[in-house]
């Protein structure tokens, strides 16, 4: 089992940055590939970014590409998302996810173990 707590979240400006974190426990993460998601309300959970074990290969959905980037600290057991340029549709609850696969994933049913979310609220 894997035990994922996401931190980081709060209210911030149009055009500001946050910087989210994911601390796994339970299992070390270096064998995971891991995921960022998000949902606001009314809508579904849709996919961010990803990044392979190793942190040499992430993708990102086109909507964040250029302002958002993944990180992974294996040693820390840790995944961060640095969030740039922040955007009034980027309110959300942002999920980290860890899936048992190769390489990267942007599909949720990929991913075994989630965590309880972080609020983003992007607002003037």
């Known amino acids: 089992q894997v035990q994922l707590v996401e931190s980081g979240g709060g209210l911030v400006q149009p055009g500001g940055s946050l910087r989210l974190s994911c601390a796994a426990s339970?299992?070390?993460?270096?064998?995971?590939?891991m995921g960022w998601f998000r949902q606001a309300p009314g809508k579904e959970r849709e996919f961010v970014a990803t990044i392979n074990w190793s942190g040499r290969i992430t993708s990102y959905a086109d909507f964040v590409k250029g302002r958002f980037t993944i990180f992974r600290d294996n040693t820390k057991n840790t995944v961060d998302l640095q969030m740039n340029s922040l955007k009034p549709e980027d309110t959300a609850v942002y999920y980290c996810?860890?899936?048992?696969?190769?390489?990267?994933?942007?599909?949720?049913?990929?991913?075994?173990?989630w965590g309880q979310g972080t609020q983003v609220t992007v607002s003037s």
């Open positions: 996810a860890a899936a048992g696969v190769w390489g990267t994933a942007a599909a949720r049913s990929a991913y075994d173990y």
């Open positions: 339970g299992r070390t993460l270096s064998s995971y590939t």
